[in-house]
């Protein structure tokens, strides 16, 4: 298993990351890696805007 630090995932040490964002982006490049899709997997990354009322 490769081992990476905080510092690694992140561009410069610009950005605070949370451990639970860590964890996460760590899962998605895991599963991008292994060829699996999710039904929740965003285009480019982005978040779709919600619809306000």
């Known amino acids: 298993m490769e081992t990476r630090r905080r510092s690694d995932l992140v561009v410069g040490g610009e950005q605070d990351l949370t451990p639970s964002q860590v964890v ?3 899962i998605r490049e895991y599963l991008e890696q292994h060829g699996v899709t999710y039904k929740t997997k965003n285009v480019i990354g982005a ?3 919600r619809k306000t009322a």
Do not use: D, F
């Open 24 to 26: 996460r982006q760590l």
């Open 47 to 49: 978040r779709p805007r």
